[in-house]
Nanobody
């Protein structure tokens, strides 16, 4: 059973924007810290952004993470995209948002983001 459902990936030109969404159940949304990881071709999966249950959102460089409590959904707004941002992006739910894969309890299926030059 898929617990985290991602959407919003696709092909975009460099400099463009995309917004990824991750919808989950109310139980997971209210009990876990949510965040995003990504895995580029030939590379290990890496942490992108996340926030704990008490945070509304966080910003890192060109990316912003936010949440809609009414929809049990988190978002990843990605602006000024670069070819090196090309990766499969994974939504994650962790008992603590440490940025470490070992702490992730639930993973989404991943959504492909491809940035062309």
């Amino acid at each position: 059973q898929v617990q985290l459902v991602e959407s919003g990936g696709g092909l975009v030109q460099a400099g463009g924007s995309l917004r990824l969404s991750c919808r989950t159940s109310g139980r997971i949304f209210s009990s876990y810290a949510m965040g995003w990881f990504r895995q580029a071709p030939g590379k290990e999966r890496e942490f992108v952004l996340g926030f704990s249950l008490s945070n509304v959102g966080a910003v890192k460089d060109r990316f912003t993470i936010s949440r809609d409590n009414a929809k049990n959904t988190i978002y990843l707004q990605m602006n000024s995209l670069k070819p090196e941002d090309t990766a499969v992006y994974y939504c994650a739910a962790s008992t603590v948002m440490s940025g470490r894969e070992v702490d992730v309890t639930y993973w989404g299926q991943g959504t492909q983001v491809t940035v062309s030059s």
